[in-house]
């Protein structure tokens, strides 16, 4: 069984910075992408960031030039670098990835998620 753990959220003011990581951990697989979603209170889920495992990057238009994800393809981890955080970025943190088990089956595993809190 895989399980993604977050690290890194925490209470931050505005116009700072945070590094988020997690880290995948249990059976072998090979993930070919990895990401980061949010959800704030009362809102659903929304996109951050994504990487595949060629390095391919995307973000939501929100975290543009201020948020970079990176990934180590080698330990399945992924990191999201956020800066310049604004108040409205107040959210749980969640990863996700999707890949392939040994067996060659198909697998996406989300994270507990970890709190990011940005205040005035």
């Known amino acids: 069984q895989v399980q993604l753990v977050e690290s890194g959220g925490d209470l931050v003011q505005s116009g700072g910075s945070l590094r988020l990581s997690c880290a995948a951990s249990g059976s072998t697989f090979m993930f070919y992408n990895m990401g980061w979603f949010c959800q704030a209170p009362g809102k659903q889920r929304e996109f951050v960031a994504t990487i595949t495992s060629g390095g391919i990057t995307n973000y939501a238009a929100s975290g543009k030039g201020r948020f970079t994800i990176s990934a180590d393809n080698a330990n399945n981890t992924v990191d999201l670098q956020m800066s310049s955080l604004k108040p409205e970025s107040t959210a749980v943190y969640y990863c996700?990835?999707?890949?392939?088990?040994?067996?060659?089956?198909?697998?996406?595993?989300w994270g507990q998620g970890t709190l990011v809190n940005v205040s005035l």
């Open positions: 996700d990835a999707e890949g392939r088990t040994v067996e060659g089956s198909y697998i996406e595993v």
